[in-house]
């Protein structure tokens, strides 16, 4: 028996793989930025997006884990699994 991950569905796998690469390539950024000396508001600026992509492919990975590994579909009644999501991301 294959195990369940959140990652089975492959097209949600394919999106957060490309999230991933995408700030792999904005922290190489932000590294080139310090060793060229470049100025704190540029470095910052691209910090602050990294600080927010990374938040953003972490709710899809946390709303993943919930679809896949901790939802009954027939325990759960209709709506709340999203509600659930909502609350999560404040």
Do not use: W
Not at 26 to 33: A, D, E, N, S
Not at 65 to 84: I, N, R, S
Request: glycine share 6%; proline share 4%.
């Amino acid at each position: 028996m294959t195990p369940i991950t959140p990652f089975s569905n492959s097209d949600r796998k394919t999106r957060i793989v490309h999230r991933l690469r995408r700030l792999e390539g904005q922290v190489r950024g932000l590294q080139k930025m310090v060793e060229e000396e470049r100025s704190c508001r540029e470095i910052l600026t691209l910090l602050s997006g990294v600080k927010s992509a990374l938040d953003a492919v972490g709710e899809e990975i946390l709303e993943a884990y919930l679809h896949q590994c901790q939802a009954d579909p027939q325990a759960q009644a209709p709506g709340q699994l999203v509600e659930m999501v909502r609350l999560l991301r404040r």
